[in-house]
Structure formats: structure tokens, C-alpha cells
């Protein structure tokens, strides 16, 4: 009798964790028939992924696209600390460094809190320049598109 | 004890019955193998493996710099930097050094928390000793008569045609922590 429950316990527990396993496979590696910009990818395959775009060293600024856009970065930022202890973009864009460094100041609205109250230096929210501000790599847009930026920028 | 020194001082004192060519050849031999296990020896100081022994986190951080990787391949390691080239120079450092031995001995930076805290100690001392040999560990491979300023950025080559060539600045005044985390930088010029 005891034979027979232990038994039947390892058939059950086999066909359960065979079942839970096709599932999964099938959950795994369908993607619907759908291609994106990955091309026709499975989603359980790795696809190769693409070259790293190169940074240019140093360019001249690149004009906004839109109002309130913040400016992208026309220089490499590889090796630059932004933390607790330093932050290596306000050595040049700061506006105690700005005008020696000939770089451009941040600006005013970084020292705001998101209450509105104006502080005496760089709002701690404003401090890691990197969350907005991005490199510009030397990269073409992934689609064409139409978007031309509002009259006043360009 | 005493017998015995007295033993080794007779055959010091007495002339010895040799060949005069055999203990030249014998004081030659001698003087190769002894300079060349302290050189030996020196050299297994200088090495990241060693450095390391103490200072782990520095050596972790090193990974993300362009000094330790790079499209080139070519690599400086901590002794590159941090002991001075030429021979008597290189000698001074060795023997400042032995205090940092009392330092491994007491555990002074046996731990990240405490190597954080003393960051700001150690990253000045290094900075006042580079500024006051005129940088010149930068230099033993970033010689200035041959840099090429139309290959620098604009701003770099404004900075190294003028602070640098008057000789006003020195490397390590401009180029903190290319190589580590900065310790806290309120205060320090420039930043």
C-alpha cells in the first residue's frame, strides 16, 4: 500500500513539473511573430548585439530640439566621478569655473529645489548631471523620421 | 655562544690561506648574487600583487580607468605612478615606506570603512609629493617636447601651451584622480 502511494506521488509530481516545463518553453520562446527593431528575434535567443557607438572627444554644442530640453554633452564623459565626494562636470560648467574653462555655465534653475525655493548652490535634485544630460554619440537615428525642431530653435 | 663569536672573529681577523684571484672571484660572485636579490627583491615590491596586499579597494577601482584598460593595451600599474623611476629617488620612497609597514601592522586602512576615511589623507599626501617633483611620474611617459597640441582638444591644448609650458602647473594640478575614486574634493582648487 505504501509502495503504491509513494508511487503514485513521483508519477504525479512528474507529469506536474513536465507540464510547468512545456508551459514555460513555449511562453519562452514564441514572440508572437512580431519584428522589431531587434529584427525577427526569438525571445529566448540572444541576438548579437550592436558595436558600440564611438563618443567624438570634443565637438562644438549641439542646438536644442525642443524648449526645455536639456542640452546633450558634445564631449566624452568617460572616467568623470559625479558623487558624494566630487562632482567633475561642475569643475568646468560650474559658475565659479565657467569663465576660466571657457565651458558653459549650468544653468540658474539647477539650484532650485522642486519646491521653488532658490538654495546658494546646485540643487541636490540638479547635482547628477548625467540623469538629463547625455553624451552625443556619433550615431545615426535608428528610423527616419519627420521631426523638425519649433521655429524659435532653429 | 660567546666561544662561538669568538671562533667567527679569529677567522675574520686571521688572513686567510686562499689564492688571492680565488677570493676576488669569491667576493665578485657574491656581490652579483647579494645586488641582485636586494634588486630582486625591490622589484617584488613594485608589483600590483604586492600593492595589493593592502590596498584591495584601490586596485578594484583602478579596473574602470584608462590606465588600467585601454584601446592600446598599454598599462601602468601602481608602481608606475606611485615610486619614483630613477634609482636614488626610488631608494628615499623605499625607505619612506617602511612607515607604512607600522601603518599595515596596526591595521590602519585593514578595512574599506577606515581606507574611506583616510582617503582624503592618503589622495593629499600623494598629490603634495607629485606636485613637488614637478609630476614627474606622469612624465616618465607623458613627455611634454613631445606632445602634439593639434591632436589635443582645445581646451587641453590652451591649459598645456600655457600653465604647463611656463611651467606655472604641474600635471597632478589639473589631472586628480584619473586613476581612483576622489576622496571629498570641497575645498581642493579647481573643483
Known sequence: ?154 | MLNLLKRLWTIMKSPSSAAMGFILLIGFLGGVIFWGGFNTGMEATNTEAFCSGCHAPIVKEIKETIHYANRSGVRAICSDCHVPHNWTDKIIRKVQASKELVAFAMGTIDTEEKFRARRGYLANREWHRMKKNNSQECRNCHEFDFMDFSEQGTRSKKQHSTALASGEKTCVDCHKGIAHRLPNMEGIEGW
Not at chain 1, 502511494?5 to 512580431?34: P, R
Not at chain 1, 548579437?48 to 554633452?73: G, L
Not at chain 1, 569655473?97 to 558653459?104: H, K, L, P, Q, V
Open chain 1, 1 to 154: 500500500m505504501k509502495k503504491c502511494l509513494t508511487g503514485m506521488m513521483a508519477l504525479g509530481l512528474f507529469v506536474l513539473s513536465t507540464s510547468v516545463w512545456s508551459a514555460g518553453e513555449v511562453m519562452q520562446t514564441d514572440n508572437g511573430g512580431v519584428t522589431s527593431l531587434r529584427g525577427y528575434q526569438q525571445i529566448s535567443e540572444v541576438n548579437e548585439s550592436e558595436a558600440m557607438k564611438r563618443v567624438p572627444r570634443d565637438h562644438s554644442t549641439v542646438d536644442r530640439n525642443y524648449v526645455q530640453q536639456p542640452p546633450v554633452i558634445p564631449h566624452t564623459t568617460r572616467g568623470y566621478q559625479v558623487n558624494l565626494n566630487a562632482n567633475k562636470c561642475l569643475s568646468c560648467h560650474s559658475f565659479k569655473n565657467a569663465g576660466a574653462m571657457g565651458a558653459t555655465k549650468i544653468s540658474v534653475t539647477h539650484f532650485e529645489t522642486r519646491e521653488g525655493t532658490t538654495l546658494s548652490d546646485v540643487s541636490p535634485r540638479r547635482y547628477f548631471c548625467l540623469q538629463c544630460h547625455v553624451t552625443q554619440a556619433d550615431a545615426k537615428p535608428l528610423v527616419g523620421n519627420t521631426f523638425r525642431p519649433v521655429d524659435s530653435l532653429q
